[in-house]
């Protein structure tokens, strides 16, 4: 069964300060993808990749980097924290040219 | 405006009531799913349904492709059924899903 992790769970960070979200997938999937759900906004997506070495930006990329190290990791970066950025971040993964994504667990974040 | 959208916003049932979600979406979608999310936790994927009518276990979706609509109906709710349901869907040539705001649904026993 599809297996995505992420780490931390949950996360309290300060304005300004860097916050780094992991999320590891154990099933060789080729696409991996980061959303964040707020209250009225459903799932919107951040960045999103294709393979190990590549990132895209998504719909709402702006605050955000991503980093795509190898197959299984997939990091979304917050260099500079804002209150703004508090919600709830969802890792997915997902093999190429089928439809089904596989969600993690959820960080929640809250920056003070 | 929202791309995909949702009702009723939520829904509050008896246990073994039937209840029946709208999902209305703006584009051509090539895939629609259907999740599920229990208070505070994960998405599960519970159907795929970009067009006609698919069935598990006690829930049936029905997509109208042309009039750009998805329903789940959920025969003789449980307790464990609350949760909040969303629908989303793939546009042709998108990138990822597209997520609507979700109906919460809240079974009592």
């Known amino acids: 069964e599809a297996a995505v992790t992420q780490s931390p769970r949950n996360k309290v960070a300060v304005t300004g300060g860097k916050v780094t979200l992991s999320c590891n997938q154990t099933n060789n999937h080729n696409n991996m993808y980061w959303y964040r759900q707020d209250t009225g906004h459903g799932l919107r997506l951040i960045h999103y990749?294709?393979?190990?070495?590549?990132?895209e930006k998504g719909d709402i990329p702006d605050g955000y980097k991503a980093s795509r190290p190898s197959q299984e990791n997939f990091s979304l970066i917050l260099e500079l924290a804002t209150p703004s950025q508090t919600s709830v971040y969802f890792c997915?993964?997902?093999?190429?040219?089928?439809?089904?994504?596989?969600f993690g667990p959820g960080t929640r974040l809250t920056v003070l | 405006g929202q791309q995909v959208q949702q009702s009723p916003a939520s829904l509050v049932l008896q246990e073994g009531e039937n209840a029946e979600l709208q999902c209305n979406f703006s584009s051509t979608a090539t895939q629609l799913q259907w999740f599920y999310q229990s208070p505070g936790g994960s998405l599960v994927s519970l159907l795929s349904n970009p067009s006609g009518t698919k069935h598990t276990g006690r829930l049936t979706s029905t997509t109208v492709t042309k009039e750009r609509r998805s329903s789940l109906h959920i025969s003789s709710s449980q307790t464990t059924d609350s949760g909040t349901y969303l629908c989303?869907?793939?546009?042709?040539?998108?990138?990822?899903?597209?997520f609507g705001t979700g109906t919460t649904v809240s079974v009592s026993p």
């Open positions: 989303a869907i793939r546009r042709q040539g998108g990138r990822a899903l597209i």
């Open positions: 997915a993964s997902g093999e190429r040219g089928r439809w089904e994504q596989y």
């Open positions: 990749s294709y393979g190990a070495g590549s990132t």
